[in-house]
């Protein structure tokens, strides 16, 4: 009999640790089927909540290829007639290129400007994804903005399409300009990029430039952070701001007036969202935020 004890002990601890595996492992699956859901349903509302984007993208896309033929023909003099009204003969474009520009020389300040030109294709999305990421509430709000902007930009650009400097130095209405974009990636090398920008390309729209939407979105960006960033970030955004500006005219993409107005756009359909979606949401009780945003909340009270 005391020879058996010591067997069924270590046979009791054997079974005990096989059942202490069983349940680990039980327990690291069904961990792991919560991280499969929680990651499921972090892309579910990722897909809803980035969706609205790629339709605008998707509609205007297909009223600019489908449907160039039936869209009004593109404006090239009244832009530059209010320019030389403002600023006398030589537009500023062809002023700034002609004091700062050698193709055959490009100086630091023109990789400069070609990285901040650049940035117009990387700034808003990255903006977009951090906010969902630490506040889905923020995102939402934000893009409710950018879309709103957005669409009523493209709107712009199927009525009144426009035709930007250097297109129409092309054409001969304006003195000779460079598009900068092209011709510095071609320096650099990336002949890839430049055809991009080569006024070819079945994907770009090349009489999209009332508004310049390149100005509007760094300064929606820099009034949606305005008021919760320290002096230094905002003197970050409204430098950000207005070097997009001087780039996009000194590099013939567009004309001041485009700048303004693209500026102006930013800032109505910044009233319009705080007129829809009040800029102090934050200090509503957290019982109430579901009623946001506020057209939400007049259309339910209605109802009820």
């Known amino acids: 009999m005391a020879a058996t004890r010591p067997v069924t002990g270590a046979t009791e601890m054997a079974e005990a640790a096989f059942e202490r595996a069983i349940d680990a492992r039980r327990d690291d699956a069904y961990a792991a089927r919560g991280r499969v859901r929680r990651i499921l349903r972090h892309i579910g509302t990722f897909l809803v909540d980035w969706f609205p984007i790629f339709v605008v993208m998707f509609v205007y896309d297909a009223i600019h290829n489908r449907l160039g033929r039936l869209l009004p023909p593109a404006h090239t003099l009244p832009q530059i007639h209010v320019e030389q009204a403002l600023f006398g003969a030589t537009v500023p474009t062809v002023r700034m290129q002609q004091a700062f520009y050698s193709a055959s ?3 630091w300040w023109d990789f400069m400007a070609l990285a901040v030109y650049t940035s117009h294709f990387v700034v808003p999305p990255l903006v977009g994804l951090a906010l969902w990421i630490r506040s889905r509430a923020r995102y939402l709000r934000f893009m409710v903005w950018f879309i709103g902007m957005t669409t009523l930009g493209y709107l712009t650009y199927v009525l009144f399409p426009a035709v930007p400097p250097w297109l129409a130095s092309q054409q001969g209405n304006l003195a000779p300009t460079h598009r900068l974009v092209r011709e510095l990636w071609d320096y650099l090398g990336f002949h890839n990029m430049a055809a991009l920008f080569s006024g070819v390309n079945v994907y770009a729209n090349d009489v999209a430039a009332i508004p310049s939407l390149h100005a509007a979105y760094p300064l929606m960006i820099t009034m949606f952070f305005w ?20 780039v996009l005219v000194y590099g013939a993409e567009h ?19 705080n007129r829809l979606w009040p800029a102090d949401w934050r200090r509503v009780p957290l019982a109430h935020r579901t009623r946001t945003p506020s057209f939400m909340t007049n259309r339910t009270s209605r109802r009820a």
Do not use: F, K, N, Q
Request: charged share 10%; net charge neutral.
């Open 105 to 107: 020389h490009p100086h």
């Open 227 to 246: 008021e919760t960033s320290p002096r230094a970030v905002r003197a970050a955004l409204a430098l950000y701001s207005v070097a997009m500006a001087l």
């Open 255 to 273: 004309y001041l007036l485009d700048i303004v107005l693209g500026w102006l756009y930013a800032l109505v359909t910044a009233w319009l969202v």
